[in-house]
């Protein structure tokens, strides 16, 4: 009770009380301590393992392959010469490693194209994650993506697929037509 009371009968005082102590905080002016920009403080990501990315996904362990895919997206730009490994890995037989690698090849672009194949195949996954996720790598590669129309056509009209599915179908159609 008597806590309150202090602090209802200073409340006011408050703002005054915190501008005078901010009046005497802080360090001392020097002409000696120099800013560092940001650019200088960052030091550059070391480069991706490739090698242990593909000695991963060759592996046994699926939380293996799924963690070393995890690592590649984590990356700011992917190796292209990856892309192999990851069509793949859309074949693999843990939903998450085919949805991560499907997730991968979006970030490809146009880039993904030798992976084409695998990713209609993909189109055609018992899994909806997987299929929403290849249709829209599809749509990353744009016209590209050309041979992947008329599974794209089905997967956009099916009452039986997701609606991401469904979206990202459509979607990968009109970047095929240069909507």
């Given at each position: 009770m008597r806590w309150v009371c202090v602090c209802v009968c200073v409340a006011p005082l408050c703002p005054l009380l915190a501008f005078l102590l901010l009046l005497g905080c802080g360090p001392p002016a020097s002409d000696e301590v120099q800013p560092v920009s940001d650019e200088a403080q960052r030091e550059p990501p070391p480069p991706f393992d490739?090698?242990?990315?593909?000695?991963?996904?060759?592996?046994?362990?699926?939380?293996?392959?799924?963690?070393?895919?995890?690592?590649?997206?984590?990356?700011?730009?992917?190796?292209?010469?990856?892309?192999?490994?990851?069509?793949?890995?859309?074949?693999?037989?843990?939903?998450?490693?085919?949805?991560?690698?499907?997730?991968?090849?979006?970030?490809?672009?146009?880039?993904?194209?030798?992976?084409?194949?695998?990713?209609?195949?993909?189109?055609?996954?018992?899994?909806?994650?997987?299929?929403?996720?290849?249709?829209?790598?599809?749509?990353?590669?744009?016209?590209?993506?050309?041979?992947?129309?008329?599974?794209l056509e089905v997967m956009a009209a099916s009452a039986d697929e997701t609606e991401l599915g469904r979206h990202w179908s459509a979607r990968a159609l009109e970047k095929i037509r240069g909507e």
């Open positions: 490739v090698a242990g990315f593909e000695a991963a996904m060759a592996g046994p362990d699926a939380r293996a392959r799924t963690a070393a895919l995890d690592g590649l997206l984590s990356v700011s730009e992917p190796p292209a010469t990856t892309i192999p490994t990851l069509a793949s890995a859309l074949a693999d037989e843990n939903r998450w490693v085919r949805d991560r690698a499907a997730q991968a090849l979006a970030r490809f672009g146009p880039a993904a194209a030798p992976a084409l194949p695998a990713l209609v195949r993909a189109l055609r996954d018992p899994d909806g994650f997987v299929r929403w996720r290849a249709a829209k790598a599809l749509a990353s590669m744009g016209p590209a993506a050309e041979p992947a129309r008329e599974e």
